[in-house]
């Protein structure tokens, strides 16, 4: 099996920053795209950003400039660097990953993280 474990969530002020990172674990063989979700109360989950193995990023136009996506593939880890936090950015957030595993190494599987709450108020 995989788990998807995500830290770094909390509580900041308008402006601030934080670092959320996700590790995954487990019987891996590949890890292809890693990316982060969100969610706030009452909206759909929302793709914030992703990131191919070979770094490739993309990002959601509103977070677009203040958020940075990286990944360190021989810890199997995932970050998001979040900056410039607005309230609007309020929402749990989810990691999420295509991983394959040492018993079927051509068969990829999307797992999610169980996510981590970010507020941002004053």
């Known amino acids: 099996q995989v788990q998807l474990m995500e830290s770094g969530g909390g509580l900041v002020q308008p402006g601030g920053s934080l670092r959320l990172s996700c590790a995954a674990s487990?019987?891996?063989?590949?890890?292809?795209?890693m990316g982060w979700y969100r969610q706030a109360p009452g909206k759909q989950r929302e793709l914030v950003a992703i990131?191919?193995?070979?770094?490739?990023?993309n990002y959601a136009g509103s977070v677009k400039g203040r958020f940075t996506i990286s990944r360190d593939n021989a810890k199997n880890t995932v970050y998001l660097q979040m900056n410039s936090l607005k309230p609007e950015d309020t929402a749990v957030y989810y990691c999420n990953a295509d991983v394959a595993q040492r018993a079927t190494p051509g068969y990829f599987i999307n797992y999610w993280g169980q996510g981590t709450q970010v507020t941002v108020s004053s």
């Open positions: 487990g019987s891996i063989f590949r890890i292809n795209d």
């Open positions: 990131i191919t193995p070979g770094s490739i990023t």
